[in-house]
């Protein structure tokens, strides 16, 4: 019973958090884009176009992080396979900008993408129909994430498939569609993927404006996702969530069907990782099938251990974090960063087991009492 009261008094301090976590991106947000846009590049407070755009994936990737926060933290499902939702957003994505490009590419066909042309397709794909409209594209960003993670999790969930086995299935899908993705005859471009983008809903990809533009498109998309995952955690339907993840035989016991609970929260955790690999793509300039990799959906969990899951800003502050961490490092020794993720998991699981933002929540409260005591 305390621990529940625990879980509740938790979702309360998550909406109260709100503000605040609101807040400070916007701030952050705002003053990177004025340096950018207003300050000249000589000035030192100026921020260049290429660490406003490494911010941009910064936060789709913490955007990402949030997803698997959703189910892992606060359903105790540990999905290794959200790198195949995130991919799939960023190749609807890339769809939709590769029909943008028209007769600018290489072999200046208006109609078929350049890959398609080197390999002799005579006409456009039935599934690349419609990707010429901004408005089809991003209904395939949502629906195509969506419909994998409830057709997957209404097998999974009613099968009862659990803890490790679970894991180990989604990390099969996530490898299943990057082995498929590489091949030419799917019509994705295979090994080398989408890319070449020129421009989106007009605008130049390369243009600082439109740099700026993705950047704040990113920031506000966090900060609505951020929102609408504490309101539905903090409704009747989260505080079923937590009840599955701590107790879900008695939560059965007491009438409630409990897989299609999981599905529904799975399915909204794969629209997100979908919207975050959406807006990477042309942040990035590329989509390939590397990012089905079944070692990325890995790392997005540790993000989410390294800043604390079951918070949803802990997996934002992770997923930071630890890519700046692996920006630097790999300009360093790029060789030696898996060895060195692989040692930060093992001392996170064992020494913060809930995060940075976890041991911090512990110190405040200590450090509050510490001056009762002096006063």
């Known amino acids: 019973m305390s621990n529940l009261y625990g879980q509740f008094s938790a979702l309360h301090q998550l909406r109260e958090k709100a503000p605040v976590f609101v807040a400070v991106l916007f701030a952050i947000t705002a003053w990177a884009s004025a340096c950018n846009l207003l300050l000249p590049e000589d000035s030192f407070f100026h921020v260049s176009t290429f660490t406003i755009t490494l911010l941009g994936k910064y936060l789709c990737y913490a955007l990402l992080a949030m997803a698997v926060d959703v189910v892992w933290g606060y359903c105790g499902i540990l999905s290794l396979g959200h790198g195949a939702f995130f991919a799939l957003g960023g190749y609807a994505m890339g769809m939709y900008l590769m029909r943008q490009i028209g007769d600018r590419g290489v072999y200046g066909n208006p109609l078929l993408p350049d890959f398609m042309v ?192 079951g918070t949803l800003y802990g997996a934002v502050v992770g997923a930071l974090l630890v890519n700046y961490a692996k920006t630097r490092f790999t300009g360093i020794m790029p060789e030696a960063w898996l060895f060195a993720l692989g040692a930060l998991f093992v001392a996170v699981t064992l020494f913060l087991p809930r995060g940075l933002t976890g041991l911090v929540m512990e110190r405040l409260p200590r450090r509050e009492k510490l001056k009762e005591v002096a006063a």
């Open 118 to 309: 080197f390999l002799n397709w005579e006409a456009l794909p039935w599934y690349w129909q419609g990707f010429d409209q901004f408005w089809f594209a991003m209904l395939m960003v949502l629906l195509v994430p969506g419909l994998l993670a409830f057709a997957f999790g209404w097998l999974a969930f009613r099968s009862r498939v659990a803890g490790v086995y679970l894991s180990i299935i989604t990390q099969a899908l996530t490898y299943a569609l990057m082995l498929a993705f590489f091949r030419n005859e799917m019509g994705f471009g295979g090994n080398n993927g989408l890319t070449d983008f020129k421009d989106i809903l007009g605008f130049d990809l390369q243009a600082d404006g439109t740099r700026v533009a993705l950047f704040v498109a990113t920031a506000l998309v966090l900060a609505a996702a951020y929102c609408a995952s504490q309101l539905i955690l903090g409704s009747k339907f989260g505080r079923v969530i937590l009840a599955v993840r701590d107790a879900e035989a008695r939560a059965r016991f007491v009438g409630y069907r409990t897989e299609t609970y999981k599905v529904w929260l799975f399915v909204y955790s794969a629209v997100l990782a979908g919207i975050a690999g959406a807006l990477y793509v042309p942040q990035v300039g590329i989509i390939n099938p590397g990012e089905f990799s079944p070692l990325n959906s890995i790392e997005i969990v540790v993000w989410v251990a390294v800043g604390g899951r």
